[in-house]
């Protein structure tokens, strides 16, 4: 069992930066694989970026890569992700996601799931 939060979402203009936070509790998060994951309005959930269970390899979607950055401090039970040069077709909500596996790169990878936070770009 395991019990994920994220945070820090908002409101940004395009171009700007925001850095969502995901809490993890309820067992080893060193031995999590974690990852990040968006679903827009009418779309399918996709993923977003993730990272091992040491924080030793880092995964991005084609669309993120460059842009978004996803770190993990083992000491603190939490991940992040950092997003610079926002655009408006990033306007999501961002699933954190958690899997006993050594990295979570699809949705059918995920064990656990937070509730989400909303992301909205403006133009």
């Known amino acids: 069992q395991v019990q994920l939060v994220e945070s820090g979402g908002g409101l940004v203009q395009a171009g700007g930066s925001l850095r969502l936070s995901c809490a993890a509790s309820?067992?080893?998060?060193?031995?999590?694989?974690m990852g990040w994951f968006r679903q827009a309005p009418g779309k399918e959930r996709e993923f977003v970026a993730a990272i091992s269970w040491s924080g030793g390899s880092t995964y991005y979607a084609d669309s993120v890569k460059g842009r978004f950055t996803i770190s993990r401090d083992n000491a603190k039970n939490t991940v992040y992700l950092q997003m610079n040069s926002l655009k408006p077709e990033d306007t999501a909500v961002y699933y954190c996601a958690a899997s006993t596996l050594r990295v979570v790169v699809t949705t059918a990878q995920a064990d656990y799931w937070g509730p989400g936070t909303q992301v909205t770009v403006s133009s």
């Open positions: 309820g067992r080893t998060f060193s031995l999590l694989g």
